[in-house]
């Protein structure tokens, strides 16, 4: 039996009924599977549980709405939600902010459909789900630094041995217990030095609290203000965890890049920032966070309070 045939098929129908009430039971049915068998089933290839998916589908669905005027009011029954207060509650909680703030930034595009068989090339573990866009002030990090290259993907060996190095010879109970550390949560910062050799300097760092000096032997450095678009890798275990990182910075380039209308904003910074999220032994996610700026102008053909776009 095709599983990756069947749950593909699953979320096709997913997104061409995503305002119909669906439920564990009927899409199970649909499946042809036992209620316990497919979500087992689901969340072992796509990395969310059914529900988890199918609500997030729905924001997902409901953020590239907001930029062609749709009411909130709207789009809380749309989303099945009795309240737009409700809505807006689960929107600020997806995506951290309000439908009206992330408005000004809202892809108009409509959400693309995840392909599991991609997933699996991109070595994820599972489905990377829609970015989450929002604009974050400058920060300041100290930490430790390497120069790597992606020529002959030298990167993709050297980060991995560079952390763990940093994580078993001293450095990461140095650098959290020094007195400008304003959070334990760590930063992993991609800074260009030459772009024709592909040669960058990647940092491992924290934040550091405003007006306090950091001793020498530290690399300083500001990741500037910046709209990002940002991705959370799909939960994996502590074995698979760097492949799901990989695979997810593979999935950014390969293949929303070129579906999002947006581009790499060469005047910000990428990085991944790892919090308590890391540090469970199974389902282990950090969040990627890429710059970006729109590349072209968003336009629809609806009234301010009615769209024509027919994205669902």
């Not at 009411?71 to 009795?82: M, N, Q």
């Not at 209308?261 to 969040?287: H, P, Q, W």
Request: aromatic share 14%; hydrophobic share 35%; glycine share 6%.
């Amino acid at each position: 039996m095709d599983y990756i045939a069947i749950l593909q098929e699953m979320l096709r129908y997913i997104d061409t009924d995503i305002m119909e009430k669906l439920s564990v039971e009927k899409l199970a049915a649909r499946s042809g599977f036992s209620p316990y068998h497919f979500c087992r089933v689901f969340q072992g290839e796509v990395g969310y549980s059914i529900m988890e998916y199918v609500r997030n589908r729905r924001l997902a669905y409901a953020a590239s709405k907001l930029a062609c005027g749709r009411r909130i009011s709207d789009l809380a029954v749309d989303c099945g939600f009795e309240t737009p207060s409700g809505f807006s509650k689960a929107f600020r909680r997806y995506f951290d902010c309000s439908p009206e703030v992330y408005r000004m930034h809202a892809s108009f595009d409509v959400p693309k459909l995840p392909i599991l068989k991609k997933s699996k090339q991109y070595v994820t573990g599972g489905i990377v789900m829609e970015p989450k866009m929002l604009k974050r002030e400058a920060v300041k990090v100290a930490g430790f630094a390497l120069t790597t290259r992606t020529k002959d993907e030298e990167n993709k060996r050297a980060i991995p041995q560079f952390w763990h190095e940093y994580l078993t010879d001293g450095r990461v109970k140095k650098l959290h217990g020094e007195s400008f550390l304003k959070s334990h949560v760590e930063y992993g910062a991609c800074f260009p030095e030459n772009l024709e050799d592909g040669e960058f300097v990647y940092v491992i760092g924290v934040e550091i609290k405003e007006g306090h000096d950091v001793p020498d032997g530290y690399h300083v450095c500001t990741l500037p203000e910046a709209l990002y678009a940002r991705f959370t890798t799909p939960p994996a275990d502590e074995a698979n965890f760097s492949l799901s990182i990989q695979g997810t910075w593979n999935y950014i380039y390969s293949e929303w890049f070129p579906n999002s209308g947006y581009e790499f904003d060469s005047n910000g910074i990428d990085f991944e920032l790892y919090d308590e999220r890391c540090m469970a032994k199974t389902g282990k996610v950090c969040d990627i966070y890429i710059p970006v700026v729109k590349i072209r102008p968003i336009a629809c053909s609806g009234s301010p309070h009615e769209c024509t776009c027919n994205f669902w």
